[in-house]
């Protein structure tokens, strides 16, 4: 609540009654759904920009499932390493990936204006 006011007050000086005026026609909290249409109409969703952008929320999604997949595996047959190796190389995969990544964002080729 103290982050919305401080936004809002902040909002509220830079941009006076346009922004007074969008408050009393805006809900605060819940927002209507009725209008979500009309809100995104002509927007576009880009996937190489989110898999560029966001590698790391989605490395770190896969990996906390790839390891409790692994721990659930090992637990229920900790003999069996094999499988184990094969979730050891999936993540080795995708370390050498998000590795690449990185070097390539670091070298500015893969930058929101090349994708």
Do not use: H, Q
């Not at 609540?1 to 809002?8: K, V, Y």
């Not at 819940?30 to 590698?55: Q, R, T």
């Not at 929320?57 to 721990?71: D, G, M």
């Not at 094969?86 to 893969?110: G, R």
């Amino acid at each position: 609540i103290c982050l919305i006011a401080a936004e809002e007050n902040y909002l509220r000086g830079k941009f006076g009654t346009e922004f007074a005026n969008y408050c009393n026609t805006t809900p605060r909290w819940i927002p209507e759904i009725g209008k979500l249409k009309s809100a995104i109409k002509g927007m576009g969703f880009d996937w190489k920009k989110v898999l560029f952008k966001d590698y790391t929320t989605i490395f770190n999604t896969f990996f906390a499932l790839i390891a409790i997949k692994a721990y659930e595996n090992w637990s229920n047959n900790p003999d069996n390493k094999d499988i184990l190796i094969d979730y050891a190389l999936i993540i080795l995969a995708m370390l050498v990936i998000i590795t690449v990544i990185k070097f390539f964002k670091k070298k500015d080729s893969l930058t929101a204006k090349n994708l």
